[in-house]
């Protein structure tokens, strides 16, 4: 099947990233990211003006992905793309680039699912990064997800947890607009709770099924504690910023470990791989590094650029789909809520 020249093109639209990456035999030659900074003035993204993003954005995204693997659109075997779960009009645009592209230079396509690809990133080569071993239990956190899944082999995956209402990057982002922090917060949260006392203030956990996530609440409760303060002294969110920081950090992150803990405990499964653009929080790497001593579990954090949204992670499930022969048809359609 030609392996060793065997490149293949990733395309994710599924929110507000424009990603194209190549790989070739495990490694990524290029991996380029267009981040949609549009949102930032709507604290949150806004469909439409992804989509119009992403139709804008995807030709150049994908010539640079091309130009920085060195090499031309003729040589590649493949064009894996994300069909979903996203935003469809966002997913739109890569589902039809990518059967066009695919068409016009006769090569499979191969349909890729969001989620799984947040999984499998774990499988690209890439310093300073280690695969799991199978079975193990992934957690997926972002600002559209909340997942503890147990990966028993490549495609076989099964959602055991996950959020009833928001995401826990939603808590972050939601959070921290209510204190005034521009979006994406939770970035902002991280940096200031690093500076801050963790026990200062109080946050309840909400109380759902013990590998079920909830983070609604948690956003109702820092809203009415911060109005609360704010009616005694209007410049308590300044004055505390750090320990408000600290405080619901780890919360959240004392939080998405008790879930881990019911999950080990139910599965027996201790290794854990964790992706999507929460891993990045300090807290809850720390956290997940230090239950290596302390519950002798295994734990794989991929780099910061495969954990955020990013096409590195469609070519590698690219890869693995094409070694399988596992293609899609022409008439393959973007699916919003894709299951595993
Ligand atoms: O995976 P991602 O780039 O896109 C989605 O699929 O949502 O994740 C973005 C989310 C945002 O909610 C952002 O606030 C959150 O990841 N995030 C963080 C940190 N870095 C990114 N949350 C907490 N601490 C961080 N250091
Ligand atoms: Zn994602």
Redesign the pocket.
């Known amino acids: 099947m030609g392996q060793k020249n065997c490149y293949i093109l990733g395309i994710e639209s599924s929110?507000d990233?424009t990603a194209a990456a190549v790989i070739n035999n495990g490694k990524i030659l290029s991996n380029v990211v267009a981040t949609q900074h549009i949102h930032e003035e709507y604290g949150g993204v806004v469909p439409e003006l992804a989509s119009r993003a992403h139709q804008q954005n995807i030709v150049p995204v994908v010539h640079q992905a091309l130009r920085k693997a060195n090499i031309d659109k003729n040589q590649l075997q493949a064009i894996a793309f994300t069909r979903g779960p996203g935003l469809m009009g966002s997913l739109l645009v890569g589902t039809s680039f990518s059967k066009s592209l695919a068409l016009g230079l006769g090569i499979p396509l191969i349909d890729v699912n969001h989620m799984q690809a947040h999984i499998l990133a774990h499988f690209i080569e890439a310093e300073g990064q280690t695969a799991p071993n199978f079975p193990f239990l992934a957690l997926t956190i972002?600002?559209?997800?909340t997942q503890i899944v147990k990966v028993t082999d490549y495609f076989e995956m099964e959602v055991i947890g996950q959020t009833i209402d928001d995401?826990v990057?939603?808590a972050?982002?939601k959070s921290a607009k209510i204190l005034g922090l521009p979006y994406?917060?939770?970035?902002l949260?991280?940096k200031y709770a690093k500076e801050g006392n963790p026990k200062r203030f109080k946050f309840p956990k909400p109380k759902v099924g013990p590998l079920d996530f909830s983070f609604s609440g948690l956003k109702t409760s820092v809203l009415y504690f911060v109005e609360k303060e704010v009616d005694q002294n209007p410049d308590f969110i300044e004055e505390n910023m750090a320990d408000i920081c600290a405080s619901l950090q780890f919360t959240i992150v004392d939080y998405l470990m008790d879930k881990l803990k019911n999950a080990v405990k139910k599965t027996g499964i201790k290794e854990i791989a964790m992706g999507?653009?929460?891993s990045?929080?300090?807290g809850i790497r720390t956290a997940l590094k230090d239950a290596e001593k302390k519950y002798g579990w295994k734990t794989h954090i991929p780099k910061f650029e495969f954990?955020?949204?990013n096409a590195a992670m469609i070519a590698i499930v690219g890869e693995l789909k094409y070694k399988n022969q596992m293609f899609a048809e022409q008439n393959v359609a973007a699916n919003a809520r894709m299951k595993f």
């Open positions: 929110c990233d972002s600002g559209g997800h995401a990057g939603e972050f982002d994406p917060g939770g970035p949260i991280d999507g653009g929460v990045a929080n300090s954990c955020t949204d």
